[in-house]
């Protein structure tokens, strides 16, 4: 009988030692990370090794408690996902997630104004990937933006290199280059600027991400409704479109479908629904988009 799997492969003798059994999930990524690259290994054991882990991927959550994020969380936990809640308030939290006792779910707090080692506490060393779907409330502070949008982003990203999670979703915006497609008359650019440079200080936080090393996918939604789908995703690619809404259920499965498809590693794509779209597989979509 051939060699155990992981015993043959090079590589995975390399992560094997590296990543403690509290990385195990992390472990099932490699694995499908070997079958995608195409290896020697067969999905037959690949299939059997995940089951042996018996292991949920965990995915942490940044603004859970977000008309996006919540959405977001749903969808993840149905799918079958682990999820680790990052809120600021643990009560708004188990308030707005009270009709889901799924076992799966837990809460951490997480302000991504706190500094990058509180954050990456918060994350934990059992999590696979993170998504970002924090946006600053409007209040009196006008930096407000600048310290969620920008800074609280860098954040987390820097948290996540703490504790070697490599896999980072940013819910950030179309416009969010407006100046540079020639939209800056464009009223919503307009709009979303004149409180504390939101367009802007998200287009930072992106610039960040993309430096950085990590594997990210950028999801930028044009205006998000809170009904339910009327219509079919378009995706495009960075800098495309300036106007067009789309339900936010639509950009939580987004952000969740980014998780399974290599298709979506290191892209920046643009979302918005049209009833006349045609329906497209996540692979195809994803696909569609040339890497950044
Ligand atoms: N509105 C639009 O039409 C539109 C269009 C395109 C893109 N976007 C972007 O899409 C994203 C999601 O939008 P949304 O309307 O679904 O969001 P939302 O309902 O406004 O939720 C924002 C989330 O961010 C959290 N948050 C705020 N400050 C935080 C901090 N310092 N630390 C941690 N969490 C913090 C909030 O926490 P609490 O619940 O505790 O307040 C909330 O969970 C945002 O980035 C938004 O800018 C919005």
């Not at 994020?69 to 936990?77: S, T, Y």
């Not at 950030?172 to 200080?201: D, E, H, K, R």
Request: charged content about 20%; some cysteine.
């Amino acid at each position: 009988m051939a060699a155990p799997l992981i015993a043959r492969n090079p590589i995975f003798h390399t992560h094997r030692f590296t990543l403690s059994s509290s990385f195990r999930a992390k472990s099932i990524s490699l694995l499908n990370f070997a079958k995608m690259e195409g290896s020697e290994i067969s999905e037959e054991v690949v299939e059997k090794a995940q089951d042996d882990l018996s292991v949920k991927k965990k995915i942490f959550v940044a603004g859970a408690t977000g008309s996006t994020g919540k959405r977001i969380v749903q969808q993840l936990l149905a799918k079958g996902f682990a999820v680790k809640a990052g809120v600021r308030d643990l009560d708004k939290a188990r308030t707005t997630f009270s009709s889901n006792n799924n076992p799966s779910l837990q809460f951490v707090r997480a302000d991504v104004t706190d500094a990058s080692d509180k954050l990456a506490e918060a994350i934990g060393d059992d999590t696979e990937a993170v998504v970002c779907a924090t946006g600053f409330r409007p209040g009196w502070d006008l930096l407000a933006p600048w310290k969620v949008d920008n800074f609280g982003t860098v954040n987390l990203v820097e948290a996540c290199r703490k504790v070697n999670v490599n896999r980072f979703i940013l819910i950030s915006s179309i416009l969010v280059n407006g100046a540079a497609m020639g939209q800056l008359l464009n009223p919503a650019y307009i709009f979303l600027n004149v409180f504390g440079l939101t367009l802007v200080a998200k287009l930072q936080a992106e610039n960040h991400i993309r430096k950085s090393g990590i594997n990210y996918t950028i999801i930028r939604p044009g205006g998000l409704k809170n009904e339910p789908p009327t219509g079919n995703v378009v995706m495009e690619p960075e800098d495309t479109l300036y106007e067009g809404s789309i339900s936010r259920d639509q950009v939580a499965e987004v952000a969740v479908e980014s998780l399974a498809y290599p298709e979506a590693s290191y892209k920046v794509v643009e979302i918005v629904a049209r009833p006349d779209a045609p329906k497209r597989a996540y692979h195809d979509l994803f696909g569609s988009i040339i890497q950044a």
